[in-house]
């Protein structure tokens, strides 16, 4: 039972260029989440799903995209990356009302 | 808006010792969840406890114990004969009860350094 998955684990970018981190949960979980992680500031909510289809933005969406296409799948892409996105990013799920299981997080670095 | 305090940054220890990391929290809404999660030097996140609003009932798992207090608005943890293997940075987080899922508010951490 591998949880939460991201891919890829590290990755380093140049100014301008896209990318895509995918996030893959075997739980069946309704809810999934994204999360990026900066020194000193915590975790911070990016952009959530509650359902296959569905989006929405949290705490700090702009720059970034994202898709749900299917129930295990939650993507998160970079349009045009900015260093000001280098961060270490966090994929989680969760049931309704249970804690949420996060994946073993995305380095990425924007030169 | 929610918001979580972990006013320590950094917390240094010897082994044996016994620490309690404090977490405080604000927030409007009665109904909310209150966690802790655990991010060894391997850097992935793992879950240590969730407690809702309603249960101020502290908790205890082996070496770890909460203590949760509406009064006061803190959900301190504390860890008994720190080992080694607590060094980690410790994230106190809240979400909201209302809505089934959990947009966590996270605070900034707190670096737990236990030497030998």
């Known amino acids: 039972n591998a949880g939460v998955t991201q891919t890829p684990k590290f990755r380093v970018l140049k100014t301008g260029q896209s990318m895509t981190l995918l996030c893959a949960q075997d739980m069946n979980h309704e809810y999934m989440y994204w999360y990026r992680q900066d020194p000193g500031m915590g975790l911070r909510l990016i952009h959530y799903?509650?359902?296959?289809?569905?989006?929405a933005k949290g705490e700090v969406p702009d720059g970034y995209n994202v898709s749900r296409l299917k129930k295990q799948n939650f993507l998160l892409g970079l349009e045009s990356a900015a260093p000001s996105q280098t961060s270490v990013y966090f994929c989680?799920?969760?049931?309704?009302?249970?804690?949420?299981?996060f994946g073993q997080g995305t380095r990425l670095t924007v030169v | 808006a929610q918001k979580v305090t972990q006013a320590q940054t950094e917390i240094s220890v010897v082994e044996k010792e016994d620490v309690t990391l404090d977490c405080v929290y604000e927030?409007?809404?009665?109904?909310?969840?209150l966690f802790w999660y655990k991010q060894p030097p391997s850097g992935e996140l793992v879950f240590l406890i969730r407690r809702n609003s309603f249960d101020e009932q502290n908790e205890i798992s082996g070496r770890y114990s909460w203590n949760f207090q509406k009064s006061t608005s803190s959900f301190n943890f504390t860890i008994t004969a720190s080992q080694v293997v607590d060094s980690a940075v410790y994230f106190c987080a809240l979400s909201l009860m209302n809505t089934g899922f959990q947009k966590l508010v996270f605070g900034t951490g707190t670096r737990l350094l236990v030497s030998p």
């Open positions: 927030t409007r809404d009665t109904t909310y969840y």
């Open positions: 989680a799920s969760s049931a309704r009302n249970t804690e949420a299981f």
């Open positions: 799903s509650v359902g296959e289809g569905t989006t």
